[in-house]
């Protein structure tokens, strides 16, 4: 999730919104999709590997700790209350190159849109609406794989940088700064380190794969330091036919309240929560793959009040190119 209260990429926001007696957060925590599932991506090692994936969610649900709430009632308070929607689409674009069968670079560039809407309780109550389309916060690393002869079983490590390239001064509106939750970027340098683990079962057309993943502020501007994340997701995958691959994928994230100034002063922000993602792959062509992975939530768990989404959707397109 993003400022304010959280954020991450393909798809994890949060943030900060006042309501009388409280904040809520106006944004959704989500897991980043794994796109990379199949053996020949886990196992990539021979030039670039390119995905383009577009992933949408719209939070609208209003939350706190484990339970859906509903939002108060216009009292005259002046204060916002969290009782519309953050939409949030992400267009990202993921290289991967493989400098040797060991050693490998990645890059990461969304360029994200967003839409927020709010009740600003005055007496009459206002709508107050905002939305961008901006480049968002760029990812940089390199991976290490072990066992790389072995395209049955093997694992590998990464490690990267968030850089702070998103804006982080858009308005809500004139004279008034959006919350640090809904910017495009954390304002944040934060250290990405990584591990993973793919199989193939013995005498079986199954295989699957683990990964762990930890997001760590090391630098941050503007008051606010985004909460440290960490994730874990378990996948499996099958062939149904020559062409059609079947995904099932377990992830659990958790989040750490923000930090600073610009954070939540209620601590409306970070939390933890399990997804179940079934999706599809479909080689159109070869070393060309075009996918589909939705996203729902088995449990959700926000602090405080914060806005979270039924379902996160996800599309893409994968090429490999010796």
Partial sequence: MLPKTIKCLPVMLAGALGVPGAQASCGSMACEINPAWDIDSLAHDRGLRLDLRYVHARADR???????????????????????????????????YALNRTWGLALQVPLVRREHAHTLDIVPPEIQQAGYTRLGDIRVGGRYRFMADDHQWGGGLRLGLKLPTGATGLEMAPGEAMEASLQPGTGSTDAILGANLHWSFPNSSWGGFAQLQAQLPVDHRSGYEPGRSIGVDLGLHYPISETVTGLVQFSYLHRARDKGSLADPD??????????SPGLSVEVAPNTHVYGVIQVPISQYVNG??????????IGLRLVMD
């Fill in 62 to 96: 209003l939350r706190a700790g484990s339970a859906r709430i509903a939002p108060p009632s216009p009292s005259g308070s002046g204060e916002e209350i969290e009782d519309r929607y953050t939409r949030n689409q992400t267009l990202a674009v993921d290289l991967d």
């Fill in 267 to 276: 601590g409306n922000s970070g939390g933890h929560a399990t997804y179940f």
């Fill in 305 to 314: 009040e914060q806005l979270t989404a039924r379902w996160v959707a996800s």
